[in-house]
């Protein structure tokens, strides 16, 4: 199983960057993909997510209304569109797929495969 990231880099403050995941080798046409973030010191945390089952779309409070999801399914390529950000959004941020959705709620331990990560950084 391979999750190819790209997309991340250097912005500034309320500008916009557009990450993509390509999964590849997964070993069930069901599953949900997103994104985790990781700064320094702390515990990856979730950040958004969707299932191929039915498209279903999760987001952390934080990513809400500046962040979107979605997934072109001709291609088989994710996409996280995040705009207006922010300094404290700056992080390496890792695709994820686990098999029902559970890790975008209960935490990153239930996650099944991992992107290479990506940096993200936002200057003020």
């Known amino acids: 199983v391979q999750l190819v990231e790209s997309g991340g880099g250097l912005v500034q403050d309320g500008g916009s960057l557009r990450l993509s995941c390509a999964p590849s080798?997964?070993?069930?046409?069901?599953?949900?993909i997103g994104w985790f973030r990781q700064v320094p010191g702390k515990e990856r945390e979730a950040v958004s997510a969707?299932?191929?089952?039915?498209?279903?779309?999760y987001y952390t409070d934080s990513a809400k209304g500046r962040f979107t999801i979605s997934s072109d399914t001709a291609n088989n390529v994710v996409y996280l569109q995040m705009n207006s950000l922010k300094p404290e959004d700056t992080a390496v941020y890792y695709c994820?797929?686990?098999?029902?959705?559970?890790?975008?709620?209960?935490?990153?331990?239930?996650?099944?495969?991992w992107g290479q990560g990506t940096q993200v950084t936002v200057t003020s």
């Open positions: 994820a797929v686990d098999h029902n959705g559970a890790s975008w709620r209960h935490g990153s331990t239930y996650i099944a495969y």
């Open positions: 969707i299932s191929s089952v039915d498209g279903s779309t």
């Open positions: 080798g997964l070993p069930s046409d069901a599953y949900v």
